[in-house]
C-alpha cells in the first residue's frame, strides 16, 4: 500500500530556506491533492498548502502567502513544500498528507510521519 | 487561536465514555461542510478516526463515533481504554479566503 515518505530533520537559520520532500513510495499521488501540515512544539495542526500534483495546481494558507511555495513532480510522484525567510516561529514538524477530496471538503486519510525542521542561530 | 474550538483536555476512567466538542462558524461546520477527526499519539503524525462526520475508516473500533449538529460536531470514545490516551483534532473546510482546511485547537485525552 503506498506510504508517504518524508525526506529527513533540517537545521537552518533565521532568514535561509527550506525544502522539504514527500515521495510515495508503493504507489503514485495519482488524481489525490497533498497537503502540508505543520506542528509547532506542544501546539496544534496548521494547514499550510496543497497541491494537485496531476494539474500542478498549488495554493495556500494566506499566512503563508508569498513565504511558501508547493510542487510537485509526477515523474517521481514527489511532492516538495519550500519555506523562505524562515525564523524561529518556524520551529516545527511539518507533515505531509493526501487528501481526499469531496464536495463537503475534504479530510487526509494517509500522512507523511514529518519532518522536524528548527531555525536557530 | 484556532478557527475550531475544542476544550483543552478531557478525562476519564477506564471503561467509562467521554465526548470531544468541537465548535465552528458559518463559514465552515455551519455551512454545511463535513467534520473529521484525527487521533494522535504521542510523537507519531495524526491518523484519520472518522471523516463525512460519523464514518469510521476500516481498522478503526466502533468505539468511537462522531456526530454533526448545526455549527459544532462531537466525537464520542465508549469503553475507554489505556491506549486511547492521545491528542484529538477535529478539522473541516473553511469558506472563507483566508484559509481553506482548518483544525481544531487539539483535545489531550486522558485515561485515568
Known amino acids: 500500500q503506498v506510504q508517504l515518505v518524508q525526506s529527513g530533520a533540517e537545521v537552518k537559520k533565521p532568514g535561509s530556506s527550506v525544502k522539504v520532500s514527500c515521495k510515495a513510495s508503493?504507489?503514485?499521488?495519482?488524481?489525490?491533492?497533498i497537503s502540508w501540515v505543520r506542528q509547532a512544539p506542544g501546539q496544534g495542526l496548521e494547514w499550510m498548502g496543497r497541491?494537485?500534483?496531476?494539474?500542478?495546481?498549488?495554493n495556500y494558507a494566506q499566512k503563508f502567502q508569498g513565504r511558501v511555495t508547493i510542487t510537485a513532480d509526477k515523474s517521481t510522484s514527489t511532492a516538495y513544500m519550500e519555506l523562505s525567510s524562515l525564523r524561529s516561529e518556524d520551529t516545527a514538524v511539518y507533515y505531509c498528507a493526501r487528501e481526499e477530496s469531496s464536495s463537503l471538503g475534504g479530510y487526509f486519510d494517509l500522512w507523511g510521519r514529518g519532518t522536524l525542521v528548527t531555525v536557530s542561530s | 487561536q484556532s478557527v475550531l474550538t475544542q476544550p483543552p483536555s478531557v478525562s476519564g476512567a477506564p471503561g467509562q465514555r467521554v465526548t470531544i466538542s468541537c465548535t465552528g462558524s458559518?463559514?465552515?461546520?455551519?455551512?454545511?461542510?463535513?467534520v473529521h477527526w484525527y487521533q494522535q499519539l504521542p510523537g507519531t503524525a495524526p491518523k484519520l478516526l472518522i471523516y463525512?462526520?460519523?464514518n469510521r475508516p476500516s481498522g478503526v473500533p466502533d468505539r468511537f463515533s462522531g456526530s454533526k449538529s448545526g455549527t459544532s460536531a462531537s466525537l464520542a470514545i465508549t469503553g475507554l481504554q489505556a491506549e486511547d490516551e492521545a491528542d484529538y483534532y477535529c478539522?473541516?473546510?473553511?469558506?472563507?479566503?483566508?484559509?481553506?482546511?482548518?483544525f481544531g485547537g487539539g483535545t489531550k485525552l486522558t485515561v485515568l
Open positions: 463525512g462526520n460519523s
Open positions: 497541491i494537485i500534483p496531476i494539474l500542478g495546481i498549488a
Open positions: 458559518s463559514s465552515n461546520i455551519g455551512a454545511g461542510y463535513d
Open positions: 508503493g504507489g503514485t499521488f495519482s488524481s489525490y491533492a
Open positions: 478539522q473541516s473546510y473553511d469558506s472563507s479566503l483566508s484559509v481553506h482546511w482548518v
